[in-house]
């Protein structure tokens, strides 16, 4: 009897379950909005693989964009809300760049009372994101990075140095990571970190907490799908993906910073100055934009382009004063969006040169040939058309960030059709699979720098890494100009070849936001003859 109410009890449950699912997925239809016919089981198949993390980010992109296929947008139904999904070039375009006012936000939660460190720029919405862009927007000029690029260089060195003592199979991603956070550190808050130390098992408070941001435990993904489902909930009782201590290790690491160079009068030359001396300017003339135009005035002419589309000219745009707290949170968000994006590029592109000798050996001879009458700096590296090529194309084949989202903050009509895009809907734009579309790039599996000899030519909405218009990555030449340091300096000196440690067939790790191999990446460095 027992068991008859239990089974008949779990029976209605599923049926209910049945029943709510299916008046779901009419949502789309009744919306009139191009969507992907999905049936209940499959739905539920495909959060499963999310949610059970069942395959890796970039697969469960594909999935997606495959699809939608034949569509140039589409609805689905999101794990917690419905997202439109983009695939056509032009909507992406449009979207991004075209028509951004509409969908300037991303779907990221901010609350600056009770989580500061969320007040970054990546996070920020509407006018307020606008305000601190424009002043953010020197951080990466030509000027600061020839500057910077000393640091780079000093950093190369030092991994270059440190592989070449070792015999023996070396992980690329443990390697390149203690890289990136070297420079990054050193960027963001003039710290000198020695990151390479920590391959050679010694340890550093700084290196662990920035590693503890990007480990996806269990419990971290448990509160990464409470947050997504939850929302309200997960405010309510304080649930933050982010640990307690990791917050306060950062917090009072740019508190004291700041203390010391207040204390000491002592000026640095990073990111964090940068924003101590807005602050300090704020506090004598007011947080007027127009004192940040007269820094525009002395911008060489490729800089233009970091103000390009900042409209700050409408009212309530032009204030943003800068509190300890958001010095923090902008500091926090260059370090953690900035050293595993960048690892995972150099991972990519030591992967793809290990593979393709033939690659490797165009651009040893590019470096060498450059090299013969030319010093090593930042004008020789930034003069490399091939080197260039291969990072771009590198950044295609596996772009780090595999989609992108934006929120729509007023409804738009799409051009030319009858379809709607509402205020709040959520949109996605899956870069990994349109960078690997077929259509786009001819036998998107190979490795081909050739695709960017005139990186003109490529179709607009296509290729975009780094994301696309005004709220496009703010380091992107930095990030770039740091690839390419590394790079020629571990080519110049050495080869690369893929050591049998690495497991084959390769298979990417589930547990991550990015492209991380299952295993690891294994390589041997020789020194060239
Ligand atoms: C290869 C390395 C990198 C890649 C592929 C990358 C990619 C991206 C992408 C795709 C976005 C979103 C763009 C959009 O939504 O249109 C973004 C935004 C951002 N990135 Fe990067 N990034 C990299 C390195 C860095 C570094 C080194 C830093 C900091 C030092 C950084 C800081 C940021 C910030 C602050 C934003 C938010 C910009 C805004 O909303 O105004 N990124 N990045």
Known sequence: ?????????????????????????????????????????????????????????????????????????????????????LRDPDMVYNVMIKDFTYFMDRPFPVDEKTDPLSGHLFALKG?????????????????????????LFES??????????????????????????????????????DAHKYLDGERSQFVDMSLRFFQMTKWRFFKFIMITLFKDFSKAVGL???????????????????????????????????????????????????????????????????????????????????????????????ISGGSETTATALTFALYELSNNPAVQQKLQDEIDSTLIDQELDFATVSSMAYLNQ????????????????????QDYKIPGTGHVIRKDDEIVIPVSSIQNDPEFFPDPEVFNPDRFVDPDSI?????FPFGLGPRFCIAQRFAILSIKVLLVNLLMALNVKMSSKTKTPIKFQTELFTKSFDGGLWVEFEARN
């Open 156 to 193: 190369a060195d030092s991994i270059v140095e440190y592989v070449s003592h070792k015999h023996e199979p070396l992980e690329v991603k443990q390697l390149v990571y203690s890289y990136t956070l070297d420079i990054i550190a050193s960027v963001a808050f003039g710290m000198k970190v």
């Open 240 to 334: 933050t993906l982010t640990e307690d201590d990791v917050k306060a290790f950062f917090f009072d690491l740019v508190r004291d910073i700041i203390q010391h160079r207040k204390e000491t009068g002592r000026k640095s030359n990073d990111f964090l100055q940068l924003m101590m001396n807005m602050k300090e300017e704020d506090e004598k003339y007011g947080a007027k934009m127009s004192e940040m135009k007269k820094e525009m005035v002395n911008l060489e002419e490729e800089d233009k382009e970091l103000f390009e589309n900042l409209d700050t000219s409408k009212k309530g745009t032009q204030h943003f004063e800068f509190t300890d707290a958001n010095l923090a949170a902008n500091t926090f968000i260059f």
């Open 459 to 463: 179709r607009k909405g296509t290729y």
């Open 1 to 85: 009897m027992y068991i008859l109410v239990t089974a008949i009890l779990g029976g209605l449950i599923l049926l209910l379950f049945y029943v709510k699912t299916s008046q779901k997925l009419l949502y789309w239809k009744e919306r009139n909005f191009p969507y992907a016919e999905i049936t209940v089981f499959e739905l539920y198949r495909k959060m499963s693989i999310f949610v059970f993390r069942l395959k890796s980010m970039d697969a469960v992109v594909k999935d997606m964009y495959d699809s939608g296929a034949g569509m140039k947008y589409f609805g689905q139904i999101g794990l917690h809300k419905n997202e439109i999904v």
């Open 390 to 409: 291969v990072v771009l194309e590198v950044l295609r084949k596996h772009p780090p960030i595999a989609l992108m989202n934006r929120h729509c903050v």
């Open 127 to 151: 006018d307020r994101w606008r305000a601190l862009r424009y002043k953010l927007a020197p951080t990466f000029t030509t000027g600061k990075l020839r500057t910077m690029s000393k640091q």
